[in-house]
């Protein structure tokens, strides 16, 4: 599990984004803290690398298959929003 000591740095937000469960060595949507849904095993990405693949890390057969899920990200990554400019 992630851990931090001050919760002045953190925000919670509801955003889909956490919500989405990766396949192993899929593309990294978010940059951030990723946690393996089967394990807990968790991982730090840039945006856009791979996600570690089946066999970076020991399952048993309870655990199933390694599926990663966003836990942490960097808010202007997590959340994009278009504002329109006025006129």
Request: net charge positive; with cysteine; proline share 6%.
């Amino acid at each position: 599990m992630a851990i931090y000591k001050n919760d002045l740095f953190l925000t919670k937000s509801n955003e889909a984004c956490y919500d989405v469960i990766h396949a192993p060595g899929t593309r990294a949507p978010n940059p951030g803290i990723y946690r393996c849904q089967g394990c807990g095993y968790e991982i730090a990405t840039a945006m856009g690398r791979t996600l570690p693949v089946e066999g970076h890390h020991e399952h048993n057969a309870l655990q199933g298959c390694i599926r990663w899920q966003l836990i942490v990200s960097h808010r202007s990554h997590a959340k994009k929003r278009v504002t329109p400019v006025k006129r």
